[in-house]
């Protein structure tokens, strides 16, 4: 299916998408958000940009293959539950930067462990849709 | 005492999985990582029952938030015993799987589902909250659908769609248990619990709420009505996978059970009959499968069933000496169990089938290793001093002076049963020749010695492990001994978790 309105309106909401969701993952931890949210949002992102321009367009932006998004997230997370560990302190405490960072606000282990899980779930959704759409193209030539 | 490297063997697990997915698809990389990410998990479990037999009951508040309001986990000996049992069966599966598996499984991510489900295991065991044993459980059961799919042949999947069926039946009970019991008591610590448990007034509504647990945690231990999912998929998958289903699966419903009744719903006169029944009635079931089974690993399976029965009798009666008996058993089924189907798995290599009458002559052509096979037979079938042998006996003093005549006919029958078809294995599978007219294709005999190592090592370190249980009766008896003590007087372990009660 090629529509040049929906092409064109991907264009411009791809990125909207995107920041949408990363703010759902800074916002997650006092406020409704977060990881597993904001990583279906991105992969939504996606989705539309593969209805409207083949997954093959879709993934020359990825560049990577999505699968290696999930080990990557799950390290992240998997650190970062650990970290309190070093410090002395029971596993997946938060532990927080002293000081607030411009524009972002307090930072802490947990906002790692939620980008783990935003992009295990970016990565898991991705390779789903992928492994189904590109069976069907091999079916379909 | 506070200790927050408790959850050591789940982590080792953890990142074990997660090095070999970044090592996707590079299946030599990932069985070395598998082999030193098992072994280093043997370590830490080692050092974890060394620290609890040290010092009493270890406790680790997840995020810092204090019991009973956040997640706590719980090492006490049991849980503590059972993780370097289940590590070390997990080290010999990880070491068999390396050239048992095919390529082709491998290629699609067996090591790190396997360490998943391990880590499920691990977490399982630790944990001291009821809610976060329901998710441990479902870790669980998602590795082990795929680990049995894996591969993709119909048998298997056919295997797959009983075992998941009756698996979410499981949970959904298991879950529907929780969710009552948080709305009488408000608590989902197992040690709250056990306190606020007591201070309910209708007591009535506990004993039906108990039940919930009960299907579940029957359905997931393979007990009478609700056996049947066993036999009629653990005979699917590669022997691997099934060693760790046939040791491992049914035995966390089992612990789950010796907990839940320990520490939330103390037996009442009429869970012990009901226990005592499903007991005799699975050991009979049990046994009536294991006569007729001619496939070595359907029969493997209804000796599982048979012997879940024993475990389950123990709890039933539940006194100090009974407990020893069903923990005793416990160990020595999870080591046991994992072995047989390991060696089903070996035999499958030498012959190439698993089924009675097409195999034969492997004493004549292997004698070595079949007399490492009959040392796991003879100590299955509990001959002394095997380790088989030892928690047969608890079972037994305890239902003769409680006066369970039904159950002690059940034992003497199950242990003859289990006597009979292991004798029959052994007659059919390494003394009789090999059948006329069949033709044995032998992988095994031509493989690199390397590989053959691989295979055997495991066998004989489990064997190793059971023949120094049962030698060594009296540093388990001891161990069991202080184990059942925690079960019966649940305070020492409330008093871990929650402090020091006024």
Same mark, same amino acid.
């Given at each position: 299916?090629?529509?040049?309105i929906l092409?064109?309106?991907?264009?411009?909401l791809?990125?909207?998408? @995107? %920041? #949408?969701?990363?703010?759902?993952?800074l916002?997650?931890?006092?406020y409704?958000?977060?990881g +597993?949210? $904001?990583g279906?949002?991105?992969?939504?992102?996606?989705v539309?940009?593969?209805?409207?321009?083949?997954?093959d367009?879709?993934?020359?932006?990825?560049?990577?293959?999505?699968?290696?998004?999930?080990p990557?997230?799950?390290?992240i997370?998997?650190?970062?539950?650990?970290l309190? @560990? %070093? #410090?002395?302190?029971?596993?997946m405490?938060?532990?927080?930067?002293e000081?607030?960072?411009p +524009?972002? $606000?307090?930072?802490?282990?947990?906002?790692?462990?939620?980008?783990?899980?935003?992009?295990?779930?970016?990565?898991?959704?991705?390779?789903?849709?992928?492994?189904?759409?590109?069976?069907?193209l091999?079916?379909?030539? | 005492?506070?200790?927050?490297?408790?959850?050591?063997?789940?982590?080792?697990?953890?990142?074990?999985?997660?090095?070999?997915?970044?090592a996707?698809?590079?299946?030599?990389t990932q069985?070395?990582?598998?082999?030193?990410?098992?072994?280093?998990?043997?370590?830490v479990?080692?050092?974890?029952?060394?620290k609890?037999v040290?010092?009493?009951?270890?406790?680790l508040?997840?995020?810092?938030?204090e019991?009973?309001?956040?997640?706590?986990?719980?090492?006490d000996?049991?849980?503590?015993t059972?993780?370097?049992?289940?590590s070390?069966?997990?080290?010999?599966?990880?070491?068999?799987s390396?050239?048992?598996?095919?390529?082709?499984r491998?290629?699609?991510?067996?090591f790190?589902?396997f360490?998943f489900?391990?880590?499920?295991?691990?977490?399982?065991?630790?944990?001291?909250?009821?809610?976060?044993?329901?998710v441990?459980?479902?870790?669980?059961?998602?590795?082990?659908?795929?680990?049995?799919?894996?591969?993709?042949?119909?048998?298997?999947?056919?295997g797959?769609?009983?075992?998941?069926a009756?698996?979410?039946?499981?949970?959904?009970?298991?879950?529907?248990?929780?969710?009552?019991l948080?709305?009488i008591?408000?608590?989902?610590?197992?040690?709250?619990?056990?306190?606020?448990i007591?201070?309910?007034?209708?007591?009535?509504?506990?004993g039906?709420?108990?039940?919930?647990f009960?299907?579940?945690f029957?359905?997931?231990?393979?007990?009478?009505p609700?056996?049947y999912?066993?036999p009629?998929?653990?005979?699917t998958?590669?022997?691997?996978?099934?060693?760790?289903?046939?040791?491992?699966?049914?035995?966390v419903?089992?612990?789950?059970m010796?907990?839940?009744?320990?520490?939330?719903f103390?037996?009442d006169?009429?869970?012990?009959n009901l226990?005592?029944?499903?007991?005799?009635?699975?050991?009979?079931?049990?046994?009536?499968?294991?006569?007729?089974?001619l496939?070595?690993?359907?029969?493997f399976?209804?000796?599982?069933?048979?012997?879940?029965?024993?475990?389950?009798g123990?709890?039933?009666?539940?006194?100090?000496v009974?407990?020893?008996?069903?923990?005793?058993?416990?160990?020595?089924?999870i080591?046991?169990?994992t072995n047989?189907?390991?060696?089903?798995?070996?035999?499958r290599?030498?012959r190439?089938?698993?089924e009675?009458k097409?195999?034969?002559?492997?004493?004549?052509?292997?004698p070595?290793?079949?007399?490492?096979i009959?040392?796991v037979?003879?100590?299955?079938?509990?001959?002394?001093?095997?380790?088989?042998f030892?928690?047969?006996i608890?079972?037994?003093?305890?239902?003769?002076n409680?006066?369970?005549?039904?159950?002690?006919?059940?034992?003497v029958?199950?242990?003859?049963?289990?006597?009979?078809?292991?004798?029959?294995?052994?007659?059919?599978?390494?003394?009789?020749?090999?059948?006329?007219?069949?033709?044995?294709?032998?992988?095994?005999?031509?493989?690199?010695?390397?590989?053959?190592?691989?295979?055997i090592?495991?066998?004989?370190?489990?064997?190793?492990?059971?023949?120094?249980i049962?030698?060594?009766?009296?540093?388990?008896?001891?161990?069991v001994?202080?184990?059942?003590?925690?079960?019966?007087?649940?305070s020492s372990?409330?008093?871990?978790?929650l402090?020091?009660?006024?």
């Amino acid at each position: 299916m090629k529509s040049p309105i929906l092409q064109s309106a991907t264009k411009y909401l791809l990125p909207i998408l @995107l %920041l #949408f969701s990363f703010f759902l993952l800074l916002r997650g931890h006092y406020y409704p958000g977060g990881g +597993f949210v $904001g990583g279906l949002v991105a992969s939504i992102a996606f989705v539309l940009h593969s209805f409207a321009n083949g997954p093959d367009e879709t993934m020359k932006i990825l560049k990577r293959k999505p699968l290696s998004l999930i080990p990557t997230g799950l390290s992240i997370s998997a650190l970062s539950i650990t970290l309190p @560990l %070093l #410090f002395g302190y029971p596993p997946m405490t938060g532990l927080w930067f002293e000081e607030p960072i411009p +524009f972002i $606000g307090m930072i802490g282990s947990s906002l790692f462990f939620d980008l783990g899980v935003y992009l295990v779930v970016v990565g898991v959704v991705l390779t789903i849709l992928f492994t189904i759409s590109l069976n069907n193209l091999e079916e379909k030539n | 005492m506070i200790d927050n490297h408790i959850l050591g063997p789940v982590f080792i697990h953890l990142f074990t999985a997660i090095l070999q997915l970044i090592a996707w698809r590079k299946t030599v990389t990932q069985r070395v990582i598998s082999g030193i990410g098992s072994f280093l998990g043997v370590l830490v479990s080692i050092r974890l029952l060394d620290k609890v037999v040290d010092n009493g009951i270890l406790t680790l508040n997840a995020s810092n938030w204090e019991a009973p309001f956040g997640i706590v986990f719980v090492a006490d000996l049991l849980s503590s015993t059972l993780v370097l049992i289940t590590s070390l069966a997990g080290l010999a599966v990880s070491l068999f799987s390396s050239t048992g598996i095919n390529r082709q499984r491998m290629l699609y991510g067996y090591f790190p589902i396997f360490h998943f489900l391990v880590m499920g295991l691990n977490g399982a065991f630790l944990t001291g909250d009821i809610f976060n044993l329901y998710v441990w459980f479902e870790v669980i059961i998602i590795s082990s659908f795929v680990l049995m799919t894996l591969g993709g042949r119909k048998q298997q999947l056919e295997g797959a769609v009983k075992y998941m069926a009756l698996n979410i039946l499981a949970s959904t009970f298991f879950l529907t248990g929780i969710g009552i019991l948080y709305g009488i008591t408000g608590s989902l610590n197992m040690a709250d619990l056990s306190q606020k448990i007591k201070l309910v007034n209708n007591q009535f509504l506990i004993g039906i709420t108990s039940t919930f647990f009960l299907i579940g945690f029957g359905i997931k231990s393979a007990v009478f009505p609700l056996y049947y999912w066993l036999p009629s998929s653990y005979h699917t998958p590669p022997s691997a996978v099934a060693a760790t289903f046939g040791g491992l699966l049914t035995k966390v419903g089992i612990y789950a059970m010796l907990r839940v009744f320990s520490l939330i719903f103390i037996p009442d006169e009429f869970t012990r009959n009901l226990l005592m029944v499903l007991a005799v009635l699975t050991i009979i079931t049990g046994s009536l499968g294991a006569l007729i089974k001619l496939n070595i690993r359907r029969l493997f399976s209804y000796l599982i069933v048979c012997h879940i029965g024993f475990m389950i009798g123990g709890i039933g009666m539940f006194t100090k000496v009974a407990l020893m008996g069903t923990i005793f058993y416990l160990f020595h089924d999870i080591l046991v169990k994992t072995n047989m189907f390991l060696i089903a798995g070996v035999i499958r290599q030498m012959r190439g089938t698993m089924e009675m009458k097409y195999l034969g002559g492997i004493y004549g052509q292997y004698p070595k290793i079949s007399l490492l096979i009959a040392l796991v037979l003879f100590s299955l079938v509990g001959i002394p001093p095997l380790s088989g042998f030892w928690p047969k006996i608890f079972l037994f003093k305890e239902s003769l002076n409680l006066e369970h005549y039904a159950f002690v006919a059940a034992l003497v029958l199950g242990s003859f049963v289990t006597l009979f078809a292991i004798a029959r294995m052994w007659s059919e599978v390494f003394w009789k020749d090999v059948p006329a007219g069949v033709d044995a294709e032998d992988k095994f005999a031509p493989m690199p010695l390397a590989r053959k190592i691989l295979l055997i090592l495991p066998i004989g370190l489990l064997a190793a492990i059971t023949i120094f249980i049962g030698l060594n009766a009296e540093v388990v008896v001891q161990l069991v001994d202080k184990i059942s003590d925690q079960l019966v007087d649940t305070s020492s372990y409330v008093e871990a978790v929650l402090g020091k009660q006024n």
